[in-house]
């Protein structure tokens, strides 16, 4: 009987030892985390403010019809480029160069029966001089003279519109660019003032329309008075499949004044486009590049952690990982402007972020090999 009891003690003692032994590793030290750090530094980053634009072409004209009449030829094919000049639609020419050549006749028949009045009336001012005609005929003779030069005149406004009839009758292009899909073809009856033929847009340079706010209006102001070289690019196109269009812009002008309901600014940029790869109505991003005159800290955005819309990032001080709340600016590619909360020459984490909080030990490692930078 005092056998068992006795064994019975030591196994209790020897349970009571391993629990002790375990509660002892319990409350030891977790290990340091292992992390990798990166120096603070000031740097001069250079990164572009965007902006939605649309592509607008500096030149584009509605064709529209000035006279009645059926479409006698059409001289292109839609979507050519065409010259200043070109010739583009006709509209029933025998129609208007017969009026053109009966106004014309009739602006002869006007003056020469102009001639023979005027000569009629001189005759008989020197017959009246000589008292050989009565008063009454000098009279009519004269009133003769004023109705054939009303005659004149009114043959001549007719002629005049006889011939802008004629020349409205052919459509040229009015300057070099893109004509568009014809909304009309060839045999369709037409009304002056009514009908619009087709659109023609110019293709180089052309123009993209973007708006800012208008707090911003000095610091583009400024950058209006810059004087740019061709390759300057203070101006760039992000088109929507990411590229970056080859050739930089400038700025054409800044519209007269602030649109009150919006607060905004429309700035036309102008752009070289000789592959015609801008097309009017387009969507784009305007890049405006944006340098800072003094130095900033920049960080590696994987640096950054935000908890409830504030930022923050570790630093490591007598290895331990401190949080150090910050204000972030401008992303820079894969880094960001640090506006507060760090001082160039701390040691901030990069890698290991996710095991930390605030006074965690952390043991400083090797960066990991980054295989893009080879």
Do not use: W
Request: aromatic share 8%.
């Amino acid at each position: 009987m005092n056998n068992k009891i006795q064994q019975s003690i030591y196994g209790f003692l020897i349970l009571l030892f391993i629990a002790s032994c375990g509660g002892a590793k319990q409350n030891a030290m977790p290990p340091a985390a292992s992390v990798v750090t990166d120096t603070v530094e000031l740097k001069d980053p250079v990164y572009y403010d965007v902006y939605p634009g649309n592509v607008v072409a500096l030149n584009n004209v509605d064709l529209n019809c000035e006279v009645s009449g059926f479409i006698t030829e059409i001289y292109f094919q839609d979507g050519q480029q065409v010259q200043k000049g070109q010739k583009l639609y006709e509209i029933e020419q025998s129609k208007y160069q017969a009026a053109y050549s009966s106004a014309d006749a009739a602006l002869k028949i006007a003056q020469a029966n102009l001639e023979k009045t005027r000569k009629d009336s001189e005759r008989y001012k020197q017959l009246g001089e000589k008292g050989m005609t009565t008063q009454q005929r000098l009279e009519y003779s004269e009133a003769d003279l004023e109705t054939a030069q009303s005659q004149v005149v009114a043959a001549k406004a007719n002629l005049t519109r006889a011939q802008i009839d004629l020349q409205h009758a052919t459509i040229y292009a009015p300057f070099d660019g893109t004509i568009g899909i014809s909304l009309v073809k060839k045999g369709a009856f037409v009304t002056a003032g009514q009908t619009k033929l087709n659109t023609v847009s110019s293709n180089n340079p052309i123009a993209i329309d973007f708006v800012i706010n208008e707090k911003e209006i000095p610091h583009f102001t400024e950058l209006e008075g810059r004087k740019l070289s061709k390759t300057d690019s203070l101006f760039t196109i992000a088109l929507s499949d990411k590229s970056i269009y080859p050739y930089p812009g400038k700025i054409l002008f800044l519209d007269r004044a602030v649109d009150m309901q919006t607060g905004t600014l429309k700035i036309r940029l102008e752009f070289p486009n000789p592959k015609r790869a801008l097309k009017d109505g387009m969507s784009c991003n305007i890049r405006v590049e944006n340098k800072h005159a003094d130095k900033v800290i920049v960080v590696p955005n994987k640096a950054i952690t935000e908890q409830m819309g504030e930022y923050f990032v570790y630093v490591v001080e007598q290895d331990t990982a401190r949080q150090h709340k910050v204000k972030i600016g401008k992303v820079v590619g894969k880094n960001i402007v640090i506006q507060e909360g760090l001082t160039a020459g701390e040691q901030i984490i990069v890698e290991g972020i996710q095991k930390l909080r605030d006074g965690v030990a952390v043991q400083v490692g090797a960066p990991k090999t980054d295989a893009s930078k080879k």
